[in-house]
Nanobody, 123 residues
């Protein structure tokens, strides 16, 4: 069982930045992918970004490329999401996710989820 705890969400104005953190604990194993998803009000949860087990590969939703950056620290069992130039449409609950695969981008490939952290971007 893997537990994930997100932090770093909050209220920010349009154009601002936030950095989300996710710390994993439990039986992560040696090599695993991490991802960030979000669920906007009234919408389904969608992938934001993902990173491979060694950080060598990353994936971003097309609409977010250039504004969001995913990274990880295997020593800290942590993943991060740097979000710049935030827009009101980025308002959502952001979820960290763990996959036992070396890389994953499909929601079904992620086995554990955090509780979510709210990001609200005011106009």
């Amino acid at each position: 069982q893997v537990q994930l705890v997100e932090s770093g969400g909050g209220l920010v104005q349009t154009g601002g930045s936030l950095r989300l953190s996710c710390e994993a604990s439990g039986r992560t194993g040696g090599n695993y992918a991490m991802g960030w998803f979000r669920r906007a009000p009234g919408k389904e949860r969608v992938i934001v970004a993902a990173i491979s087990w060694n950080g060598g590969a990353t994936f971003y939703a097309d609409s977010l490329k250039g504004r969001f950056t995913i990274s990880r620290s295997n020593a800290k069992k942590a993943a991060y999401l740097q979000m710049n130039n935030l827009k009101p449409e980025d308002t959502a609950v952001y979820y960290c996710a763990f996959s036992p695969r070396l890389m994953a981008t499909i929601e079904g490939d992620f086995a554990s989820w955090g509780q979510g952290t709210q990001v609200t971007v005011s106009s």
